[in-house]
């Protein structure tokens, strides 16, 4: 990245690398958190001398613990499971829990680093941490997910609790893993606690717009930055990448606006369709039969299936990365911007690698990062915690509105930042500082601990 840290930040940074060895992902998103914040011990010495950067880049508590499970056929697995609680100063522990093989303590550190900014920008009283393992749910029967997710939270629940900390989904993890987890808790402590979960059934104290919420967020949050400049979505060529939970409520909710999605992915490649996604299509094969996304051309003739093709070389005004982290890299950035792309708002947590970043921001398109994009995930899993707190259950419609009213309040607060600071139009310095602002400000508060 070009942007030095400066002589108060480079030591601190160090400090964690040193610390923290071969843990990449959460260096890289560290650094990103880093860069923006020089100003702010500018303006607000008793950061500084209250080392509130070193210390929000210390977890609270980090839990590894083994994962036993048996497979169909008989034999024993072990997993390992994860859970980072790392940052309490506004609420309990908030975050998601992520299967895949990719899993490793670098990964969980840096997913529950951006969470604790993410959740604080969406305003709502919840801390920071993520959660996962190295478990691989691609080719698992359900009953093999159910031992797995039994065992996982035969260790996970005595370290969680409405008022302690509230893991949710994430990549592999959807409504099916957290029923089998909540029945594995409720089982264990002998309770209903609707809100030690969130992301649950609707019949079972979930909450209508949770499972669209990070993608209508996302394009929420891509529509105001649109507005500020005096644009929306009407008739845009959209891209999104993945073709998950995330991916699918994206598409859904540019199509409503007014755009049209021309292309999706998968781990194994990339589709393009030219007259628009079918989305009850892509519904049923993700979302109902689990299949790969190439299929979708048996259905309809006129789509294009690249494998391991590269979905950012599709000329598009609006890119929504959906799937993974660093999946859109310098070269990436500077092809959709030669293509005429106009705006890039992140669906995934940290799917732009710096340097993909340092090409949007130099090209001044409007680039939405991650944790203020993504928060309406969060922020709905928060409002499933008031709900549940209410033992109540709050509409469709209610819900959508106060999602939408969180995205705009999120983007006012990252665009008035980022102008106080003298960097307007820059969304990745207003929800840095912005995010930073409230967890240390809390911190203080709180004295030493
Ligand atoms: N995994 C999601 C995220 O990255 C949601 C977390 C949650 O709902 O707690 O924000």
């Not at 610390?19 to 950061?47: D, I, M, T, W, Y």
């Not at 604790?116 to 393992?133: D, E, H, R, V, Y």
């Not at 950012?312 to 792309?341: F, Q, R, Y």
Request: aromatic share 8%; glycine share 12%.
């Amino acid at each position: 990245m070009g942007n030095g840290l400066g002589k108060v930040i480079q030591p601190i940074y160090d400090e964690v690398i040193a610390r923290n060895p071969a843990e990449k992902e959460f260096h890289q998103a560290v650094r990103e958190v880093l860069e923006s914040l020089g100003p702010v011990l500018a303006k607000h010495p008793e950061f500084g001398e209250h080392k509130i950067i070193q210390r929000i880049c210390e977890p609270e508590r980090q839990i590894i613990f083994r994962i036993p499970w048996t497979t169909d056929k008989g034999e024993d697995m072990i997993n390992r499971g994860f859970r980072v609680q790392f940052n309490s100063a506004l609420g309990p522990y908030k975050g998601g829990l992520r299967f895949h093989p990719t899993v490793y303590l670098g990964i969980i550190k840096f997913l529950g680093f951006e969470q604790i900014f993410k959740n604080a920008l969406t305003g709502m009283p919840i801390g920071g941490a993520k959660g996962g393992s190295d478990f691989d749910p691609k080719g698992k029967s359900d009953s093999e997910i159910m031992r797995f997710c039994q065992s996982l939270m035969t260790e996970l629940h005595r370290h969680i609790g409405e008022h302690t900390d509230v893991p949710a989904g994430d990549i592999g993890v959807s409504a099916r893993e957290i029923g089998f987890m909540y029945g594995q808790y409720k089982r264990l402590s002998n309770k209903w606690e609707a809100g030690v979960l969130t992301g649950k059934g609707l019949a079972w104290g979930g909450s209508l717009v949770r499972k669209e919420a990070t993608g209508y967020g996302a394009v929420f949050f891509v529509h105001e930055m649109l507005k500020a400049r005096g644009d929306d979505f009407e008739g845009k060529i959209c891209t999104v990448s993945g073709s998950g939970n995330v991916a699918i409520y994206t598409i859904e909710k540019i199509h409503q606006l007014g755009g049209k999605c021309v292309a999706c992915s998968d781990s194994g490649g990339v589709i393009y369709h030219e007259k628009g996604l079918d989305l009850d299509l892509i519904k049923q094969l993700k979302e109902v039969d689990r299949r790969r996304i190439s299929e979708y051309t048996k259905h309809h003739k006129d789509a294009v299936y690249k494998e391991k093709g590269n979905i950012w070389e599709i000329p598009c005004h609006v890119a929504m990365p959906s799937a993974t982290e660093n999946e859109l890299d310098g070269k990436d950035a500077a092809m959709l911007v030669k293509n005429g792309c106009i705006a890039v708002g992140e669906g995934a947590n940290m799917p732009t690698t710096p340097e993909g970043v340092e090409v949007f921001l130099k090209a001044k398109i409007a680039y939405g990062p991650g944790k203020a994009a993504n928060a309406g995930g969060v922020a709905t899993s928060a409002l499933e915690m008031q709900q549940n707190a209410m033992r109540d259950a709050w509409s469709f419609e209610e819900t959508e509105v106060k999602l939408h009213k969180i995205m705009k309040n999120i983007h006012q607060l990252c665009y008035e930042t980022a102008e106080e600071y003298g960097e307007p139009g820059n969304y990745v310095v207003g929800a840095n500082i912005a995010g930073f602002v409230k967890v240390a400000r809390a911190m203080l508060a709180h004295g030493v601990i």
